[in-house]
């Protein structure tokens, strides 16, 4: 797996993937950034809500269980201090349609045991989910 990272100016860089997707990523304008693309620290929020649904719909397909939806969303809560690490992250799932004895499993798999991001995240941030089923 591999990303790339090319400084364009102010705090914006343009990322490329390994698989081919670009994107741009910038810093907030109080250190120089212009609001181009998200922050870095989005993107570990993003990173860890979008491979927990991920895992949460292949748990429930291979399981042949049926569901309409899928959301999760992620609040996180960093240090004051530097590096602001994230302390706190709390997933939030919407799995609807979903018999909820199912969805709980699907999400208490993912969030416990599955998920890449979520694992990257043990021990440095204490990580909490909630499920709306």
Not at 48 to 53: I, L, P, Y
Request: hydrophobic fraction near 45%; glycine fraction near 10%; include cysteine.
């Amino acid at each position: 797996m591999e990303v790339e990272a090319v400084w364009q100016e102010g705090m914006r860089f343009e990322v490329a993937s390994g698989s081919g997707h670009t994107w741009t990523v910038d810093g907030p304008p109080e250190l120089g950034g212009a609001n181009a693309g998200p922050r870095p620290m989005e993107l570990m929020l993003a990173s860890a809500v979008t491979c927990s649904g991920i895992d949460v719909v292949e748990i429930l397909r291979k399981g042949r269980r049926s569901f309409d939806g899928v959301t999760v969303k992620a609040v996180g809560e960093r240090s004051d201090k530097v590096p602001k690490v994230f302390t706190r992250i709390e997933l939030r799932f919407a799995v609807r349609g979903a018999d909820p004895a199912h969805a709980a499993r699907a999400v208490e798999l993912s969030a416990s045991k599955y998920c890449s991001a979520l694992r990257m995240l043990d021990g440095a941030a204490e990580i909490s989910w909630s499920l709306e089923a």
